[in-house]
Every structure is written in structure tokens, then in C-alpha cells.
């Protein structure tokens, strides 16, 4: 069965950097479109980045320019590196396939405070 693995959360202050990652087990991963998504308190979840196979990458209008998506194939991993972290970043990261959705991990937590 699939699993996904997020890490690499914590709290940070505002203007610093984290970098998440996502270890994907169980299911074939390399032709996988992949995604980040958050959900902050309240809200509801919303896509963050995306990164196809070929590696074209997408971002959300609140991230781009700050956050980069990337994959490392041999590792099952897809990562997310968060720059110029704000207090909006704060949330609940989770990775998942953009397409046929793989049982949700547990998330890691970003909570960006001064």
C-alpha cells in the first residue's frame, strides 16, 4: 500500500527558510505527477506546487518566486523549498500524486511566528 512521509517542518521566524520533504513508498513514483499542498488553521487544503514527471514545475499565485518543488527519483522523495517564509505560510504541509490521489500522510507542521 502507498504511503507518503512528510518531514522537515518546525517553526520558524518570518523571512527564514525551511525544506520539507516527502518520502513516497509503495506505489510507482517516477511518472507520478507530484504536489505539495497546506492547510492552515481553519481553512481549507490548498495546492501549493506541483512538479510532473518530465520536471515542469507549477506553483500557486501566494508561493511562487519563494517556494521551489523538486524530485529526486532515486529516493522517492519530492521536496519543497520554502524561502522568505510569512506569517500566511503557517500550516500543515502534505505531499500527494496530482492525479489518483494516494492515501494522505500525516503532514508535517510549518508554523511561521516572530
Known amino acids: 500500500q502507498a504511503q507518503l512521509v512528510e518531514s522537515g517542518g518546525g517553526l520558524v521566524q518570518p523571512g527564514g527558510s525551511l525544506r520539507l520533504s516527502c518520502a513516497v513508498s509503495g506505489s510507482i513514483f517516477s511518472t507520478r505527477a507530484m504536489g505539495w499542498y497546506r492547510q492552515a488553521p481553519g481553512k481549507q487544503r490548498e495546492s501549493v506546487a506541483t512538479i510532473f514527471a518530465g520536471g515542469t514545475t507549477n506553483y500557486a499565485a501566494p508561493v511562487k518566486g519563494r517556494f521551489t518543488i523538486s524530485r529526486d527519483n532515486t529516493k522517492n522523495t519530492v521536496y519543497l523549498q520554502m524561502n522568505s517564509l510569512k506569517l500566511e505560510d503557517t500550516g500543515v504541509y502534505y505531499c500527494?500524486?496530482?492525479?489518483?490521489?494516494?492515501?494522505w500522510g500525516q503532514g508535517t507542521q510549518v508554523t511561521v511566528s516572530s
Open positions: 500527494n500524486a496530482l492525479f489518483n490521489l494516494l492515501p
